[in-house]
């Protein structure tokens, strides 16, 4: 049974760097697809970044000049890494699975992560 | 960037009552549309992939239909444990999620 578990600061400064780690369990890396998605209180789902097999990554739009999201096969962790962070990105933020262009199958439990100085 | 339009935002119904959720997509996705449910404080849980087809698990009031730029989710016979968050999601360009709809037991 796959299992991803995300982990980082609660709490993160204004201007500062954003650093999130998904491990992941119980399951191959290979075949999947590994996303970020964050949720801001009481708002909906943002798609953020995503690494396909062969390391092909591909990142939202809006967020491309701050975001790097980068695998790690021999830990099985996934990593975000958001820079230059306002209050704006403060949200919940998940790592999710997708087998190939299949839909969202596997999530994490989400790790809150608030912007304050 | 595929934008997906739900409505409504909201929609209160009673027990055993029908909730018909609609997403419409920018531009065609044509059956890459996803649906999950989401409850205050978990992650969100798929419940129809590819526009129709049914997940494992996942109790049979729930359906879906459509293709191109036009879905739909149903729940038949809406119960307590149905109040929530509700999403579709396309896979067919880069990846988005449609605003969420909130269905509330009456």
């Known amino acids: 049974q796959l299992q991803l578990k995300e982990s980082g600061p609660g709490l993160v400064r204004p201007s500062e760097t954003l650093t999130l780690t998904c491990t992941i369990s119980?399951?191959?890396?290979?075949?999947?697809?590994w996303s970020w998605i964050r949720q801001p209180a009481g708002k909906g789902l943002e798609w953020l970044g995503r690494?396909?097999?062969?390391?092909?990554?591909i990142y939202n739009p809006s967020l491309a000049s701050r975001l790097t999201v980068s695998l790690d096969t021999s830990q099985k962790r996934f990593t975000l890494r958001l820079n230059s962070v306002t209050a704006a990105d403060t949200a919940v933020y998940y790592c999710?699975?997708?087998?190939?262009?299949?839909?969202?199958?596997?999530w994490g439990q989400g790790t809150r992560v608030t912007v304050s100085s | 960037e595929i934008v997906l339009t739900q409505s409504p935002d909201f929609q209160s119904v009673t027990p055993k009552g029908k909730v018909t959720i609609t997403c419409r997509a920018s531009?065609?996705?044509?059956?890459?549309l996803h649906w999950y449910q989401q409850k205050p404080g978990q992650s969100p849980k798929l419940l129809i992939k590819?526009?129709?087809q049914s997940i494992s698990g996942v109790p049979s009031r729930f359906s879906g239909r459509g293709s191109g730029t036009d879905f739909t989710l149903t729940i038949n016979g809406l119960e307590a444990e149905d109040a929530a968050m509700y999403y579709c999601?396309?896979?067919?360009?880069?990846?988005?999620f449609g605003g969420g709809t909130k269905v509330e037991i009456k």
């Open positions: 999710a699975r997708q087998i190939y262009a299949t839909p969202f199958d596997s």
């Open positions: 119980g399951g191959s890396l290979s075949n999947n697809y």
């Open positions: 690494v396909a097999p062969g390391g092909i990554i």
């Open positions: 531009q065609s996705v044509g059956t890459s």
């Open positions: 590819f526009a129709s």
């Open positions: 999601h396309q896979s067919a360009s880069l990846l988005t």
